[in-house]
């Protein structure tokens, strides 16, 4: 019986993946719209969609992707700082490249699309957007996407659609050349976090990592560009 229940506990956990990517990925289709301004919604669905696949699942508090009783333990696993340290230098060499390639053009495109959900004047309510805004997209395209895929579809397969849908997300109007390449740079992080939670277990982990690419990124424009 106990068997049979758990079984049952990750047919609905299938089922309800698959209805929040879904759904997930039809509002970041709405992208296409340039007066559509619904795309962003996708990370409160996979926030949503996390907490009630855990909670359907029945998922043990030891096995959930969201944990904070861990975060030693997981941060000391095989591998987990050195990818979580990568997106800095990422970060660092895209905004180089992309000055190089695009002059200003880039980081003045890349500070436009994070001025639109950041408060650049106001640096404590700054900070506070920038851990909260990857906390939320850790949980929806890691703990959610990413992690509950895994339980259908190969790791690679999962992280690759996650990272498309990610980088989807970002997209902000400019010229095509410079939003290709700022999409591409976000699709690389994003293969980045997803490797972070794979060898961590823990979107708390990849938050860590994210905060920090984002935050050294911003310093290094605002210091030299």
Known sequence: MKDQQVTENNKKG???????????????????????????????????????AEAVGKTPRSESGLRFHTIVEDIKKPGVILWML??????????????????GEFVAHEMGRAGSIL??????????????????????????LLGKGMKILPFWLCAIVSSLIFAAGHIAPGNIGVVLYDVAGVFIDSLIFSMVYRKSGNCVISTFSHILGNAISLAVAFAFF
């Open 14 to 52: 299938v089922v309800l993946t698959m209805i929040g990517a879904a759904i997930m990925i039809l509002l970041t289709v709405t992208k296409v719209v340039p007066s559509s301004k619904i795309a962003g919604y996708s990370v409160f669905v996979g926030i949503a969609f996390f907490f009630i």
């Open 86 to 103: 990568l997106p800095i230098m990422s970060g660092i060499v895209t905004l180089v490249v992309g000055n190089l390639i695009f002059s």
């Open 119 to 144: 408060s650049f004047d106001k640096i404590a309510l700054l900070i506070g957007q920038v851990i909260i805004a990857a906390f939320g997209e850790e949980i929806a395209y890691r703990g959610f």
